[in-house]
Each structure stands twice: as structure tokens, then as C-alpha cells.
């Protein structure tokens, strides 16, 4: 759920309490989690990772791209979130690779792994792709960046000029915190 904390107090017996106002109706939440006896409690950050405008415009690009080529949109995006090399290289036994591959792409489009190459100790060299809904503002600009400029070697227009795709990474950048650089 979403919300704020809103208040900490200590109780008579120095018991403690934590209260937060929430952004949605939590009654419903509360009924399933009133009676239980010992609870595990989780409130972190909120983030949001990237906007709806930032999404569609990416798939729309892909879109227009698949019309003019004949190549399905999924395969548009799969190709450029590969040629934006934000994957984890891992080592795997052979007969570990395929259902990895089958637990990493789960219902994810833009989730995905090659095999690369085997590695000095017999192992499988795998890159795992990350899809764009773990992407910064800096990797979904390259992200658009660069299906604009299949785009323009497909000979598809696209109206958006790099002031105009600045200006939506701008906008989401203003709107939603940004990711957590990984160190």
C-alpha cells in the first residue's frame, strides 16, 4: 500500500506505535490482518520506476517499427533492450541454463538471457537481460534514443525531435524519484 507515516507516540508501558495515513482504502487489509498474533512489518520508499508516458512511447515506437519491417513489436524491444547491454553476466551448468531461461523471462517481455560462451571451468556464460521496467531515467532515454534511430533507418517517421524526448525524460525525471544507482 501506499501512504505516510503519520505519527509515533510511545504507549504507557512503553510499548511503541507507529500510524500511517494511507493514499487507498486499507479496510479491507485491515479486517485480514486485525487478529493475528505476530506480524513481519515492511514499510520502505515508495518509487515509482518509470512513467506511463515514457512506456508508450517506447511501445509505440516499437510499434510503428514492426509495421515497416515486418518484425513482431516484442522483437523490436527485445533486440534494443539487448543492444543497451544491461544484463548480468552469470555462470551456469549447461542443464541450469534452460530453466533458468524459463524462471528469468516469466510473463516479462524484456526479460531474457543469451548464451554466450563456456567458460574456462565448463560452465555456461549467460547475460541476463534486464527488461525497462528496472530502467533509470538515463537508460529508458537510450532505450527511445535508440528505437528512434531504428526507426529513422527504417525510413519511419516519428515525431519526436531530441528537445521533445528530453523533455519527456525531464518530465518523468520531475515526477518520479529516480532509481537507485547500482553500485
Not at 500500500?1 to 482504502?25: A, H, P, T, W
Not at 510503428?64 to 524491444?77: C, Q, R
Request: with cysteine; aromatic share 10%; glycine share 8%.
Amino acid at each position: 500500500m501506499r501512504g505516510k507515516v503519520n505519527g509515533f507516540q510511545f504507549g504507557l508501558e512503553g510499548e511503541q506505535y507507529i500510524s500511517f495515513r494511507l493514499s487507498e482504502d486499507g479496510r479491507k487489509e485491515y479486517q485480514a490482518l486485525k487478529d493475528c498474533q505476530d506480524l513481519t512489518i515492511e514499510a520502505k520508499p515508495y518509487r515509482k520506476k518509470r512513467s506511463l508516458d515514457a512506456n508508450n512511447t517506447c511501445w509505440m515506437i516499437c510499434t510503428e517499427i514492426a509495421k515497416a519491417t515486418g518484425i513482431s513489436k516484442e522483437d523490436v524491444y527485445r533486440e534494443n533492450i539487448r543492444q543497451g547491454n544491461e544484463y548480468t553476466a552469470l555462470e551456469l551448468l549447461q542443464e541450469a541454463v534452460e530453466p533458468f531461461r524459463k524462471m528469468w523471462g516469466a510473463g516479462k517481455i524484456g526479460w531474457f538471457v543469451d548464451e554466450i560462451d563456456y567458460t574456462a571451468n565448463g560452465k555456461k556464460l549467460v547475460f541476463a537481460y534486464h527488461g525497462s521496467s528496472e530502467y533509470d531515467s538515463k537508460q529508458m532515454h537510450n532505450l527511445i534514443d535508440r528505437l528512434l534511430q531504428d526507426a529513422d533507418n527504417c525510413g519511419v517517421q516519428i515525431d519526436l525531435t531530441p528537445d521533445s524526448v528530453k523533455s519527456l525524460i525531464a518530465d518523468w525525471e520531475a515526477k518520479h524519484e529516480k532509481h537507485t544507482a547500482k553500485g
